[in-house]
């Protein structure tokens, strides 16, 4: 009996107009190559801009592929407008 713990990205999504991309970390046990209980799930995303080095090899490039400097340009521009709309509110 050889138990192993195994974690996987096993989906990257690129969503809405500034390209965030979610990704999904699945991590379940093995018993000798057979799955034993189920799997478990943790989503997290990454907004242009996000720094992303602690990220897999596949997750970073289609991270760079995605947030060009236009969208990273368009989200912070987004923030900014968004921030200065909350502060004229006070």
Known sequence: ???????????????????????RHATWVEDDGV???????HRHVISPGQDV????????AIV?????????AA???MLAAQEAEMNTED
Do not use: N, R, W
Not at 3 to 13: G, M, N, Y
């Open 64 to 72: 760079a592929a995605v947030h060009t400097p236009e969208v990273i």
């Open 75 to 77: 989200y912070e521009a």
């Open 1 to 23: 009996m050889a138990l192993v713990k195994k974690t996987v990205v096993d989906k990257v999504e690129v969503v809405g107009e500034h390209k965030m991309v979610q990704c």
């Open 35 to 41: 799955v034993v209980g189920g799997k478990e799930f």
């Open 53 to 60: 080095s602690d990220e897999p090899a596949e997750t970073q």
